[in-house]
């Protein structure tokens, strides 16, 4: 792995940068368009009349108007008119129960829920929110980082110098924070600690890195080493290793003279480190290279696939993703090819039988427990979403359903996905 304590979350920001909710768009920035809904027969459902309009999500969608984002219901009723410059979806994605969504006006941020109802009124002055994470979220204001609650009421105040930038929040109750001598001047020299809901330091600042906890656990460097401790700061497994992970299923990937290793909750090795590189378990499987050449191993370090390829990855404990020769197939447990190594790339691993084809330039659908395959001829297959896949033809915007038969003809200029039986779709003007 590139980055052994890669716990990045994406925020899905609208009105900024990144559009994460439509992930895929036409060049609207130079052309002009107007937006609207379909249904899966085609179908005008919601009018093209917005600049921009995102997927729904409980039964909302958010649009822009005249530079400016609000809310409409599946009629097309407006529920929040547009007056928001940055909205930002900072749902806790383990808890899609209280879903909360930040906007801003007048750089001033607030928050609502589902219904479009204000949970905090826009008078929160920060430079952004992170996701909530454990019940809180983190606020960055000129000041430092601090932490709102679900209510939107700062319940530690933006002092400290920065958070996990892994994970930005809490988890099992504590989060990862540290402090600098003098952040003014970026002085001194900065160490981390953990802190609890009501900002009181739990575990001191004396580590030079520290990652969430994850099953009771935590990784920190020290001197250097990372080892891991437990929630009162004490070590339980001592700081030996080059880079470590943290704790999944009891098992956590650690480096150790260059080599990588999976260790259990006393730090006993329970696969030995003797990998170039190795991959979180998938299904009990996964996939680690050894001289320069990937295999699949089981959970007590057993090859099931030999080393032989150029890479690997596990998709499930029935199927491998391999490279050969720079092109990529399908292989079972046993290693025999169910789909051969013929294309440029494979992705997006649906049901745990169908997977979007890429050979050159074109794009098509392969199905693994079956005979039916979508020929790679479309210029875009992003994913399947309730059982249809928006494809692009010659510059323009289609649907097909899970057998390649064409349900809403090439037509728009730009599209999303169907997201609760609507998509949106750009019109050129």
């Not at 716990?7 to 940068?17: A, L, M, P, R, W």
């Not at 609890?196 to 080493?225: H, M, P, T, W």
């Not at 059982?387 to 289609?398: D, R, S, T």
Request: hydrophobic share 40%; charged share 25%.
């Amino acid at each position: 792995m590139n980055d052994r304590l890669n716990h990045f979350s994406k925020e899905n920001v609208i009105g900024q940068e990144l559009h994460s909710s439509i992930p895929f768009r036409g060049n609207s920035s130079v052309r002009k368009m107007l937006y609207g809904y379909i249904n899966n027969q085609g179908e005008y459902v919601i009018a093209p009349v917005f600049d921009e309009a995102e997927c729904f999500i409980d039964g909302i969608a958010c649009v822009k108007v005249n530079d400016k984002y609000g809310f409409i219901s599946k009629k097309g009723e407006f529920l929040l008119a547009p007056q928001f410059d940055c909205i930002v979806d900072i749902t806790d994605d383990t808890d899609s129960g209280s879903r909360r969504i930040a906007v801003k006006t007048n750089n001033l941020w607030g928050l609502i829920d589902q219904k479009c109802n204000f949970i905090k009124e826009p008078i929160i002055n920060a430079i952004s929110i992170g996701m909530f994470r454990d019940g809180l979220a983190s606020v960055i204001t000129e000041e430092g980082y601090g932490f709102i609650n679900l209510k939107g009421e700062l319940v530690i105040n933006p002092t400290l110098y920065s958070i996990d930038w892994r994970y930005e929040g809490f988890s099992e109750g504590l989060a990862a924070v540290s402090f600098i001598e003098s952040p003014q001047t970026h002085s001194g020299e900065e160490t981390w600690g953990y802190i609890n809901k009501q900002g009181i330091i739990e575990i001191d600042y004396k580590f030079e890195e520290a990652c969430k906890f994850s099953e009771g656990l935590a990784a920190v460097r020290l001197n250097n080493k990372w080892g891991y401790i437990n929630k009162k700061g004490t070590f339980i497994i001592d700081p030996i290793y080059d880079a470590a992970s943290g704790f999944i299923n009891g098992m956590a990937e650690t480096e150790i003279e260059g080599k990588w290793g999976y260790i259990d909750k006393r730090g006993d090795f329970v696969i030995e480190p003797i990998f170039d590189s190795i991959e979180e378990f998938c299904d009990d499987v996964a996939a680690v290279r050894i001289n320069g050449r990937y295999g699949i191993i089981n959970s007590v370090g057993k090859f099931i696939i030999e080393p032989r390829f150029e890479n690997a990855f596990a998709i499930s404990n029935e199927f491998i993703q391999v490279r050969v020769k720079e092109k990529e197939g399908i292989i079972n447990m046993a290693g025999d090819f169910i789909i051969l190594p013929v294309y440029d790339n494979l992705y997006g691993f649906l049901n745990r039988e169908l997977m979007v084809t890429v050979l050159g330039e074109k794009y098509g659908v392969i199905y693994l427990h079956g005979n039916v395959n979508i020929e790679a001829s479309f210029d875009s297959i992003p994913f399947f979403r309730e059982g249809l896949a928006v494809v692009k033809i010659n510059e323009m915007y289609g649907c097909i359903n899970l057998n390649g038969e064409t349900i809403v003809k090439p037509q728009y200029h730009d599209a999303g996905y169907f997201s609760e039986g609507l998509l949106s779709v750009g019109i050129e003007q």
